[in-house]
């Protein structure tokens, strides 16, 4: 058990008639209150949120001397991951996009969580992408970020069908767009403009095994 997840569960034993309490004014599952306590999950400034508004004492959860306070007013800001949904995998190729909104899966990163995601590279049809992309690897991107010629984007163009691809705008045809791949051999997807939805990526996350 790590440091945090024991005093999270003293801070639990000591404001809370049972952890299952503990876990309902924290807004979470008792069994994704159960990770973080045993250390198979660090909290996320989301969490640290309401463990702050609970009346604990971050300082004090994060110092390994319990008797020194760090008195840093940064230390709940700057020093504090946020967590992300994983959304989903995604084909580089075209195929289905696996949609895992309901499952319970984060990723910590330390962008706004407000405003970006995280879709994960089919093992099967995520070669296209090859070599700066491999199956298994994660990429985070953005709500609102412009794309622009040339960017890493995930784009969907059905209730199906999507991939992460190469943002190509066809100068002589500005109601076509071209999604083109890493991999010379793979030829572009050429769809209308106004039927794909495009995020630009921002982040790779390199989680394939080599």
């Not at 952890?19 to 969490?47: C, D, I």
């Not at 800001?77 to 499952?103: C, M, Q, R």
């Amino acid at each position: 058990m790590s440091q945090i997840g024991q005093k999270l569960r003293e801070f639990g034993n000591e404001n809370f008639a049972s952890l299952k309490e503990f876990a309902r004014a924290l807004g979470v599952h008792p069994s994704n209150l159960q990770a973080y306590l045993n250390g198979q999950r660090e909290p996320g400034t989301p969490f640290l949120r309401k463990l702050r508004a609970l009346g604990c004492n971050l300082d004090w959860l994060f110092n390994e001397d319990d008797n020194v306070l760090i008195n840093d007013p940064e230390i709940n800001t700057f020093s504090v991951k946020n967590e992300y949904p994983v959304h989903g995998i995604i084909p580089a190729g075209k195929g289905e996009v696996v949609d895992l909104t309901e499952w319970i899966e984060t990723e910590v990163l330390d962008y706004d969580p407000s405003d970006h995601a995280i879709l994960i590279i089919d093992e099967e049809f995520g070669y296209s992408m090859s070599p700066v992309i491999q199956p298994g690897d994660q990429v985070l991107y953005s709500y609102s970020s412009k794309v622009l010629e040339g960017d890493p984007v995930v784009a969907r163009w059905d209730k199906t069908k999507g991939a992460m691809k190469i943002c190509n705008y066809i100068e002589h045809d500005p109601s076509l767009i071209a999604l083109s791949s890493s991999n010379i051999a793979v030829p572009p997807i050429i769809l209308k403009r106004n039927k794909v939805i495009m995020y630009k990526v921002v982040l790779i996350i390199k989680k394939s095994k080599r």
